[in-house]
């Protein structure tokens, strides 16, 4: 008889849950080709026999439960001397499924499924099969009929407690209760505080059960067991800043928190983070700033809070205190975006462009998809004279405009369904966004076009034909909108593009009278009329023989619509004198002038 007799070569007789006991599962347990005959001719190919298939995965190497404890603590050697991540968790992966393979004892076979687990449950798709397993691994201790232990055979075909103690000092397996409360923390983080609560009461640890009913929303079964233990412990008096914090929690009163402030002594930071949330519930910035600054005094590795204090001190216009808690908040999780922008936008109202540039900058390198953080960016590199970027921004703008209406369109459906009040953007960053401002546009014309301002262009003759690419593209993606229209009708000006200017013109009128109603209502109708009065002085200025009858009979059909109650009497009366011009020019047979008008204002 050789020396593992000894081990029970039988079998370690532990629960392992598969992969196809998980409802829903689309993993497999192990790897699998789709093509048998391959795999076989790669092994002839490489000189492998047919035995070569009988010894792959029924053979690991193993032979003895020490070696496969050996096997597990350099798993754990590799867990310990690597950072948590994905590439860490491959490394350990083989380790432990060496093990799992071939059970030889109960105690070294559980310990193999617990680390596979933790693993696991930082897997989306296997996190499920993780938490499972814990669960079976603390119901074998057990006599009970559970969902992984569910008949009385499985109960008596566990291990005698004698084989279980075997090699219990070669592994690192926690103690019952740890495990039960790692399994209520890892049902916590999978979002059943229900279950976690039952187990955190069983345990005794009330405190955790306080946060699950919390999170539940069940404020009064809290209180009444927050109550009871503070009975059980004395009263008030032996209460701890935990306890009475939670209190505070459940019941709303501030005093509480304050209470547990000074019990700690002022160094139960929560105490204060806690308050000044409540402060900032009831709209009290001060009293919530003032708390928020106490915690962070206490404890100033809080990210969150720093956030949330730099946010309230915006509210406050204290713009030294927000800058200084979104810097701390930014130096703690460098690719916190929001912070990053809320850095620039700071400086921005402290008139130092050159200091919220590469804070912005810094911002939009993780969150492409936020708006605001461009539209603060543009007006920075407006100040800056970077009028080449600020173009590169408009193109940004327009590209998330198409894509937001790519996604209604494709919610909508192609059969129409209904239109929602407003639509809200669900990437990260993102609030619901209003159309496109073109008056960037005409920020970009007046600085470009008009002051022949190259800012920090090499050639301005570069700079003006990328600025009559953008102005194209807006026109084409809106070309509903007048005021565009006149932006672009103003950069022709400046081109000396005549025939363009007029009919950038003429189609601002249009744009203008493409509002629905516009005749029944004073802003549109004054707009429209503002509109014909610029198209009639760009007719009189240069249109020839052809295009004045066209503006006169425009302009003539477009007067009849305007309702005369609605319009400024001081603008319908200048309009109706251009129009008599542009008649009188037509009688004239005048020509076109060869210069353009001075157009400098939208």
């Known amino acids: 008889e050789d020396a593992m007799s000894f081990f029970d070569r039988t079998g370690a007789a532990v629960r392992d849950i598969k992969m196809d006991d998980i409802v829903d599962n689309i993993v497999l347990e192990r790897p699998e080709f789709v093509d048998e005959s391959k795999v076989a001719a790669a092994n002839a190919a490489a000189g492998l026999g047919a035995e070569a298939e009988e010894e792959e995965g029924a053979e690991t190497g193993l032979r003895h439960p020490v070696e496969q404890a050996t096997v597990l603590a350099l798993c754990l050697d590799v867990a310990n001397s690597n950072p948590r991540d994905g590439i860490t968790g491959d490394e350990m992966a083989p380790y432990i499924d060496a093990v799992v393979a071939a059970p030889m004892n109960w105690m070294v076979h559980s310990s193999a499924l617990l680390e596979r687990s933790w693993l696991e449950c930082e897997s989306l798709k296997r996190r499920e099969r993780g938490i499972f397993q814990i669960q079976a691994l603390v119901d074998q201790h057990t006599t009970r009929l559970t969902l992984t232990q569910s008949s009385a055979a499985a109960i008596e075909a566990a291990d005698p407690a004698e084989r279980r103690l075997r090699f219990l000092h070669a592994v690192a397996y926690p103690p019952r209760w740890e495990l039960r409360r790692d399994l209520a923390q890892r049902y916590a983080g999978f979002g059943a505080f229900a279950t976690a609560a039952e187990i955190y009461e069983e345990l005794g640890l009330w405190e955790e059960v306080v946060d699950c009913f919390k999170v539940l929303e069940r404020f009064g079964r809290a209180e009444r067991l927050l109550r009871k233990q503070l009975e059980a412990n004395g009263g008030m008096a032996n209460a701890t800043p935990r306890m009475l914090t939670s209190l505070g929690d459940v019941t709303q009163d501030p005093t509480f928190y304050e209470r547990a402030w000074e019990v700690s002594r002022g160094r139960y930071a929560r105490a204060q983070v806690n308050l000044g949330s409540y402060h900032l ?82 911002g939009l390198k993780h969150m492409r998809r936020n708006w605001r953080m461009w539209e603060n960016q543009f007006i920075t590199t407006v100040n800056l004279g970077k009028y080449g970027e600020g173009l590169y921004i408009c193109h940004q703008l327009l590209d998330m405009r198409d894509a ?67 102005l194209d593209r807006a026109v084409n993606e809106l070309p509903s909108n007048p005021v565009l229209w006149e932006i672009l009708s103003l950069y022709h000006a400046r081109l000396g593009d005549a025939e363009k200017l007029l009919d950038c013109r003429a189609r601002q009128c249009r744009a203008a009278q493409g509002v629905a109603r516009w005749e029944r209502e004073a802003d549109p109708t004054n707009e429209v009329v503002a509109c014909l009065i610029k198209y009639a002085r760009a007719v009189l200025s240069y249109a020839a023989s052809a295009q004045v009858y066209e503006a006169k009979m425009y302009l003539a059909s477009s007067l009849r619509r305007v309702n005369e109650r609605l319009a400024d009497p001081g603008a319908l009366l200048q309009l109706k004198e251009l129009r008599e011009k542009v008649e009188a020019k037509l009688e004239a047979g005048q020509e076109t002038t060869t210069e353009l008008p001075n157009e400098t204002e939208l």
């Open 281 to 362: 519930g009831k709209g009290k910035m001060a009293e919530a700033r003032d708390a928020y600054l106490l915690a962070l005094a206490v404890k100033p590795l809080q990210p969150d809070i720093w956030f949330r204090l730099g946010a309230i001190t915006m509210r406050l216009k204290e713009w030294d205190t927000s800058l200084n808690a979104f810097s701390n908040a930014v130096m703690q999780v460098p690719d916190a975006a929001e912070a990053w922008g809320n850095v620039g936008a700071i400086h921005m109202q402290k008139d130092d462009y050159e200091s919220a540039y590469p804070a912005l900058q810094e």
């Open 404 to 470: 937001r209406a790519a996604e209604r369109n494709q919610k909508q459906g192609t059969h129409g369904g209904v239109v929602g009040s407003g639509a809200r953007d669900d990437k990260k960053g993102a609030a619901k966004r209003p159309e496109f401002n073109v008056k960037y546009l005409g920020i970009l014309v007046k600085r470009i076009a008009v002051e022949n301002d190259a800012g920090r262009e090499l050639s301005h003759d570069r700079l003006l034909e990328r600025l009559g690419a953008l």
